[in-house]
C-alpha cells in the first residue's frame, strides 16, 4: 500500500488559465472558487481564468488565488477518494497543507493570505532587493558566498529547493555582488521575476503584522501530519503553527530537507497540487526514483488516478 504526500505548489507558478477545468467540471472545485469569492470581495476565478500577467503576478492577488486553485486541485482528488498521509506545502503552499490537515480553515487561509501577501510587498519598497537562482552549487558554496558579500548588505540563501538549485535574496548591492562570487565558483545565477527578496530577514515588518492578523484566528487539531518549512520537520502541536507561521515569512524555505524527511518516513507517492510542476521537478532532482505526480486539471487528474491504480 503506497503511502501518499499531499504537497503544495508555492508562489510563482501561477498562469492565466489556472484552475477553469477543474472549475467546469467539478461541483466541489466550483464551491472553493464560490467561497473565496465572498470573502475576498472580488472575483477570483475571473482573475484566474482571464487575469492579465501583471493583474495575477500582484503578490496580494497571486497569494489567494493560488492558495484558491491548489484546495480545488486537492477537493477534486479527494472526491476521486484519494487521501494523505502527511502533507507539506512550498512557502505559499504551507497555508493550503494546513487547510488540508485541518488546521485551518480554508475561509480563513485565503483572507490571510491575501494579507499575507500585501504585508510582504510593502515590507521592502520595489527596487530595493531581489532573488536570484543558483545552479550548480552545494549549500556551503552558497552559503559562503552570501556571508562574503553581506559587507555590502543583507543577503541570504532563502529556498533550498534540491541538489544544486538554491536561491537566495537580498538588498540590490549585496545580491549583485554574492552572483559575481557565486559566478566565479562556477554557478550559474539567474535573477528571478520577483518584486521583493522574499523569505529574508528583510521580511520581518511583514512577519510582525501577520503575526498580528493571525492571532485573530483559531487553529483547530490537525488531522493529517505536516511538515513546516521553518525546519524541515513536523509541527509537533497545534500551538506551534501560528509561531511557524511568522518565522516562515522571513527565514529559508527548507524544502529539500522536508522532501527527504517525508522519504524517510515512507512516503513514496507525492502528489503536487495547484498550478504547475515546480515541485515535481525538485521531487526528480532528490530522487529519481520517486512517483511524482500532479493535479492542475482533468487531465493531469485523470493520470493521476491512472497511476495510482497500477500501484
Same mark, same amino acid.
Given at each position: ?208 503584522? $501577520?503575526? &498580528?492578523? *493571525?492571532? %485573530? +484566528? ?7 501530519? @505536516? ?5 524541515? /520537520? ?44 515546480? $515541485?515535481? &521537478?525538485? *521531487?526528480? %532532482? +532528490? ?7 500532479? @493535479? ?5 487528474? /485523470? ?9
Amino acid at each position: 500500500m503506497s503511502r501518499i504526500g499531499f504537497i503544495f505548489s508555492g508562489q510563482g507558478s501561477q498562469y492565466t488559465g489556472m484552475g477553469k477545468d477543474l472549475y467546469d467540471n467539478f461541483i466541489e472545485c466550483r464551491e472553493i472558487f464560490n467561497i473565496a469569492n465572498d470573502v475576498l470581495g472580488f472575483n477570483i476565478a475571473d482573475t484566474c481564468f482571464n487575469g492579465s500577467k501583471e493583474e495575477l503576478n500582484s503578490t496580494e492577488v497571486t497569494q489567494p488565488a493560488v492558495l484558491t486553485v491548489s484546495i480545488a486541485a486537492m477537493k477534486a482528488l479527494q472526491a476521486a477518494g484519494v487521501k494523505a498521509d502527511v502533507t507539506a506545502g512550498f512557502s505559499l503552499g504551507e497555508y493550503s497543507a494546513l487547510v488540508c490537515s485541518g488546521a485551518l480553515s480554508y475561509e480563513k487561509a485565503v483572507a490571510l493570505v491575501k494579507k499575507r501577501g500585501k504585508f510582504m510587498q510593502e515590507a521592502v519598497p520595489v527596487g530595493v532587493g531581489g532573488m536570484v537562482a543558483v545552479l550548480g552549487l552545494d549549500r556551503e558554496t552558497v552559503l559562503g558566498g552570501c556571508k562574503e558579500a553581506s559587507e555590502f548588505g543583507v543577503v541570504e540563501a532563502v529556498n533550498f529547493n534540491c541538489p544544486g538549485q538554491i536561491v537566495i535574496a537580498g538588498e540590490k548591492e549585496a545580491l549583485n555582488k554574492a552572483v559575481e562570487l557565486m559566478s566565479g565558483k562556477g554557478g550559474k545565477c539567474i535573477q528571478l521575476p520577483v518584486s521583493a527578496p522574499f523569505h529574508s530577514s528583510l521580511l520581518k515588518p511583514a512577519a510582525e503584522n $501577520l503575526k &498580528g492578523e *493571525l492571532e %485573530k +484566528i483559531k487553529i483547530m487539531d490537525m488531522q493529517i501530519p @505536516v511538515l513546516t518549512n521553518v525546519h524541515g /520537520n513536523y509541527i509537533n502541536d497545534k500551538e506551534e503553527v501560528k509561531e511557524l507561521l511568522v518565522i516562515q515569512a522571513m527565514s529559508p524555505v527548507l524544502w529539500e530537507d522536508i522532501i527527504r524527511r517525508m522519504l524517510q518516513d515512507g512516503v513514496d507517492v507525492f502528489i503536487e497540487l495547484g498550478p504547475g510542476k515546480t $515541485l515535481t &521537478g525538485f *521531487l526528480k %532532482k +532528490i530522487n529519481r526514483k520517486i512517483t511524482a505526480l500532479n @493535479v492542475e486539471d482533468v487531465k493531469s487528474l /485523470n493520470n493521476t488516478l491512472e497511476v495510482l491504480k497500477i500501484k
